[in-house]
């Protein structure tokens, strides 16, 4: 299965700042997928992100507040705009259906 | 869209015990449920997964059963041990050819494992 490279791993950061996760996949791939896990919970997919195409957003997610960027087959970026405590979660990038997560990204609002 | 239940939500056994965790499935397009093992403060990490086309894998003291009739499918864990404890999810996901589906997750289940 794919590896994939997620950076930063972690980040404590203001409120009102944004904060952009990179995810770099070592394979050529169609589809990327952003999810969000808040404390306790399962994972929820933020977004779709194909290259060459707006990502597709779920139901409560909005580009506004989650910019996605997949500027080639291999590569992908999420940021987290206007930060607010309530976005603390782990957020992490993967390649769909054959299981691949990236290590993750453990952010927390001050 | 597709709709995954998982439970129980917590399950607590004796080490050595056997361990079984139940989701079902509503969308018969799926055609891909891997399970994914996280422990404290770690990524969810795949430990098995099954296609359509198989009723039954396993994988030393872990097997997945499907059963695409009654859409439901199933984690066993053999022999626990408490390093076992962790949370479980169950994921489904369609993916057609080369072209990998998003992954529809369970709620979770706490799983312990008393020594």
């Known amino acids: 299965s794919a590896v994939i490279s997620q950076k930063p791993s972690r980040d404590i950061c203001q409120r009102g700042t944004s904060l952009t996760i990179q995810c770099q996949v070592d394979?050529?791939?169609?589809?990327m997928f952003w999810y969000r896990q808040q404390p306790g919970q399962s994972l929820t997919l933020i977004a779709t992100?194909?290259?060459?195409?707006?990502?597709?957003?779920e139901s409560g997610f909005v580009i506004d507040k989650f910019p996605i960027s997949r500027p080639n087959l291999t590569f992908s970026t999420l940021t987290v705009s206007n930060m607010s405590p309530e976005d603390s979660s782990i957020y992490l990038c993967?390649?769909?259906?054959?299981?691949?997560f990236g290590s993750g990204t453990r952010l927390t609002v001050v | 869209g597709e709709n995954v239940e998982q439970h129980p939500s917590t399950l607590s056994v004796q080490e050595g015990d056997s361990a079984v965790i139940k989701c079902t499935y509503s969308?018969?397009?799926?055609?891909?449920f891997p399970w994914y093992k996280q422990e404290l403060g770690k990524r969810p990490q795949l430990i098995i997964d099954?296609?359509?086309?198989?009723g039954e894998k396993k994988d030393q003291r872990i097997a997945v059963t499907l059963n695409k009739t009654a859409k439901h499918f199933s984690l066993h864990i053999t022999e626990t041990q408490p390093e076992d404890s962790a949370v479980y999810f169950c994921?489904?996901?369609?993916?057609?050819?080369?072209?990998?589906?998003?992954?529809?997750f369970g709620r979770g289940t706490q799983l312990t494992v008393w020594p």
């Open positions: 993967s390649v769909g259906g054959l299981g691949s």
């Open positions: 394979s050529q791939v169609t589809m």
């Open positions: 992100a194909n290259q060459g195409s707006e990502a597709t957003y």
């Open positions: 969308d018969s397009a799926s055609n891909y």
């Open positions: 099954i296609r359509s086309n198989v």
């Open positions: 994921a489904a996901s369609i993916n057609r050819g080369s072209t990998l589906g998003r992954l529809y």
